[in-house]
């Protein structure tokens, strides 16, 4: 495996916020207490670490009840007896979409393995934890998963379901509809064990989170990663004191977050959730729908009251009233995004997070919730990210000479670019030449004029920047014929583009993780695990 860095200052939409963290620029320290350099302060950071004795016997148990029923590996179980005994957890997490869901949510879980890994040899005793965001309700982001065809153009896979809309994915149940979706996925992926364990787990009757968890399980297993369902019932109830605080102190945190999201502006940066002073950071269940609770004065009484559900059918309770409900059915709540990280670092003795640039811009905003309930800010390490070229990929950027960065420029400028290194030779020779003789009679011409009258030169660069517009337009056409003419050239930049760049995003985003392992094996996964760097923090370009 040969690998290249790519600073994702190169990468197209990547925010100011998260190359700046990368930097650690003076900018961004005020939002987040360390370095993205794991190295830096894992010592300190781990002697810093408070975590209930009792809490942590509860939560090691329940993860050995969830684990074991997922048939997971002894190195697993063993890490969990790990974590029961006192070691800390490198934490990540992903929502449950189908087949695994796409490239980056494995590199989130061999992130947390090596973290874990380097913390343990520098004396800190660490095992990875992968926490399956199983109470998000957006179904529309995790029925579906891409994968290449032997062409090189994206198939999805989309798996229909049965349950509520707007209820937790951990309601969804697989039907037999999952049945032909596994055999798209054959026939796409071929024979291979991956494939195995896709037929293995997810299977009509599954729930889309177990499913998730089941073909995780058996991916890292020689690894060690503990899964972690968030749904669990007595999870919820060792989570309610935050729950409970969310609640209580719902107008601190509201103000402290609107304070936050200013600093953010006036840093120059954004904020990646909305927060208004209403906002509340709970979800509840409402007819089986999970719902966003808000707090308003009464205009009856003056006050509080929480509002769950929209108006006219909206139902009104005091604090006191929802209090009740936590404290009795705790299970029907749980956290929105900017508290979920508190949540899970109050479930688990976390000495980092690991996760993408959308959740480093998260934890720029959940720092001030985490002042506020927990006394301490969870560190957070970007995850691994990358694009890995397969054979047949390299052969086609070798034969037209371009690198990945043209691919990231976009579907018209690949087109362009790859139709410009096919035009015939004699052609490019004469365009070359027409070029050429433009610059030489106008830079001749340029001077004669300023001899007879300096007020025409202007005219002639004019004249000049006229005829070199004509030129590439003639170019740009003459490519585009080219295109039409050349079949195969276009469904190269197509396969490309959909191979290394789909939908205008990077591979990880778009490409599932089990076409690469099914294709190239699990050892894959070591493979990358072992060549992984965490203090290199630039986007990785492996060749395979």
Known sequence: MKAQCLPFSQIPHTTRLFTDFLAYSPGVRPFYPKSPNFREWTNAEASSLRYDPSRRQQVSAILERQNSSWDASQQTLSNIDRLRRGAAAVVTGQQVALFGGPMFAIYKALTAVKLAEEATAAGIDAVPVFWLATSDHDLAEVNHVSLPGSDGALRTITTSSHSLPGAPVSEVRLSEEILPAVEEAASLLGDSEVLQFLRETYRPGEALGTAFARFYARLFGKLGVILLDASDRELHRVASPIYRMAIERAKDLASALLERGQALEKAGYYQQVKVTPSSVLLFTLHDGVRTAIHRRMSSSSQAEEFIIGSEPLAEKLSSAELLDRIAHAPENFSPNVLLRPVVQDYLLPTLA????????????????VYEMLLGRVTPIVPRFSATLIEPKVQRWLDQYG????????????????????????????????????VEESFSGLKGALAKLDPTLVEASETGA????????????????????????????AEA??????????????????AYFVARHGTELLRSIHSMMHTDCHDHQVLQL
């Open 496 to 513: 490309l583009g959909a191979t290394l760049y789909p939908n205008g995003e990077l591979q990880e985003r778009g490409v599932a993780g």
């Open 402 to 437: 371009i690198t990945i960065l043209d691919v990231l420029q976009g579907r018209e400028a690949l087109r362009q670019k790859l139709a410009s290194s096919t035009l015939p030779a004699g052609l490019q020779v004469a365009f070359e030449r027409a070029n050429k003789s």
């Open 353 to 368: 997070y690991t996760g993408g640039a959308a959740e480093a811009a998260y934890f720029a905003q959940a720092g001030a």
């Open 465 to 492: 920047s006229k005829i070199r517009y004509q030129l590439d337009r003639l170019r740009e056409r003459a490519m585009a014929a080219e295109l039409r003419r050349s079949e195969v050239v276009t469904r190269h």
